[in-house]
């Protein structure tokens, strides 16, 4: 059911007043507003115009358990007349952040068995560097100050957020990064950074970049390293096998806390609860949104080591951190729900044995275009990278150029994706058809003949200028 909305003054309306995120002010004036998504069922979306549109982007790597779910909207209901808000400062709580923490302590295992709330994935960002900072301090080893991440992270927007992330258009607008001691390291881009080489050998060197900063800064100085599994907002740079065991290896060898931003990756998109089970590895932090509640409702959470905590509770202080909403009864209802149902589901395992065969499958049909120097996929996510001499990974001059044409032209014909750089990126919901996914195959291969003649012509998109650095957050 759909309210009737007048979409023209919507969009006058939205030019006047409304900045959307992550977005050109200039653009969204030169093209009379934005596009205007009025309702979704399963994976489809409408615009206000009508047109259907297959949902190739779960939202924001985040509706996982599709659209128009009422059991979630029965749980928010249900939660918000009993209580709708109470906070959880001063030793206070409500019962929902209780029973969701429980549930996630027995979801990721293991010594991850304390669960801080807040209401994003930036946020989640901001209070690990709090608690690794008091963390250390605590253990009497206040000079470890230093985070290490990768190039083109995503860890969120806020300003450490984004300071502690790889993207430097995110930190150019404000000139110098105000917070020191935020380190980045190669990322494991196997076909950006490594072709030709194995994978063996590249996910050697690309993890011991680690090992060769954590040097360069001292040992002593070093906080953590972050990264998430599989880089999303980057590009789904999956990396090879290999990789994390190495990085996790050089972290205790330093003793330095291993920190795994599963905001994309956890909930199922890998095929496993969280992308660290994948890869086989041991975080001492885990940082989740997204997923978690499956976007219906605004909450992250924050899964933190027994030792961590074991060591904040020889302090007699409060941990001076917290958000209003932190374990807001309504969205831990929702998440608490979502998972309910993903497990009921049984969609991680949908998404294991089903899905990502039939994801990989539909990726190589495309890769066989003369435009795609690499497919590459895990579980329910994956990206198309466009090259100018197949068999190459030599780009178009202008870069960014293909990505868009690809992007705009897969929009047009009714499939959302994402342009990060010269690839398009993709992430359904897990309750994607095999004929939608199929659909969305064809669809691409549509929008790639369209988009040789484009760029044949050497007509790149006309906002390319505005949109180079869409990060496909
Ligand atoms: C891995 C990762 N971490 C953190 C964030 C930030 O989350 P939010 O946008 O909820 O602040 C994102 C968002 O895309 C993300 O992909």
């Known amino acids: 059911m759909t309210r009737n909305y007048d979409i023209a003054t919507l969009r006058k309306l939205d030019v006047a007043h409304h900045l959307p995120a992550q977005s050109s002010y200039k653009l969204q004036q030169e093209m009379g507003g934005s596009r205007i998504i009025v309702r979704a069922q399963g994976s489809t979306l409408w615009d206000g115009d009508g047109n259907a549109i297959l949902d190739g982007m779960a939202g924001l790597w985040c509706v996982d358990v599709g659209y128009g779910r009422p059991e979630l909207a029965e749980a928010a209901k249900t939660q918000m007349l009993e209580l709708p808000f109470y906070n959880t400062f001063f030793r206070t709580a ?38 690794v900072r008091y963390y250390w301090r605590l253990k009497g080893q206040p000079e470890r100050t230093v985070f290490i991440s990768r190039e083109n992270a995503y860890h969120g927007t806020t300003v450490l957020a984004a300071s502690m992330g790889g993207m430097p258009y995110m930190k150019a607008q404000f000139g110098d990064v105000p917070i020191d001691g935020l380190e980045q390291i190669m990322q494991p881009y196997h076909f950006g950074e490594g072709f030709g080489e194995t994978a063996e050998a590249f996910a050697e060197r690309a993890a011991n970049a680690l090992e060769e900063r954590i040097l360069a800064v001292g040992p002593a100085k070093v906080a953590a390293f972050i990264g998430e599994p599989v880089q999303g907002a980057g590009g789904v740079i999956i990396p090879p096998g290999g990789y994390w065991q190495r990085i996790e290896a050089i972290c205790r060898k330093y003793g330095i806390l291993l920190i795994a931003d599963e905001v994309i990756c956890g909930f199922g998109r890998l095929g496993t609860w969280f992308g660290f089970q994948h890869f086989g590895f041991t975080p001492d932090i885990v940082s989740m949104a997204k997923g978690l509640s499956s976007g219906y409702i605004p909450i992250s959470a924050t899964a933190i080591s027994r030792e961590i905590i074991e060591t904040l509770r020889t302090d007699d202080d409060d941990f001076h951190h917290g958000y209003t909403y932190s374990g807001h009864p309504v969205a831990c209802a929702v998440a608490l729900r979502n998972l309910q149902l993903i497990e009921e589901e049984r969609m991680v395992e949908t998404v294991a044995t089903d899905l990502a065969p039939r994801f990989q499958a539909m990726l190589a049909e ?14 329910l996510i994956g990206a198309v990278e466009f090259v100018s001499e197949k068999g190459t990974n030599r780009r178009f001059a202008v870069p960014g150029a293909a990505g868009l044409a690809v992007r705009d032209a897969c929009i047009s014909r009714g ?34 003949d369209e988009a040789v003649v484009t760029l044949a012509q050497g007509n790149a998109p006309s906002h390319l200028e505005l949109e180079t650095t869409d990060p496909g957050l």
């Open 94 to 131: 409500t019962p929902p952040p209780i029973e969701l923490a429980t549930k996630l302590a027995g979801l990721l295992g293991g010594e991850l068995q304390h669960i801080f709330f807040n209401n994003s994935g930036s946020e989640s960002s901001d209070t690990i560097y709090r608690l």
């Open 415 to 448: 499939l959302m994706v994402r342009a990060v750089r010269d690839s398009i990126v993709m992430c359904p919901p897990y309750v994607i058809t095999p004929e939608e996914l199929e659909r969305m195959g064809t669809i691409i291969l549509a929008a790639m």
């Open 366 to 379: 495309v890769a066989k275009h003369s435009l795609v120097g690499e497919v590459r996929s895990l579980g």
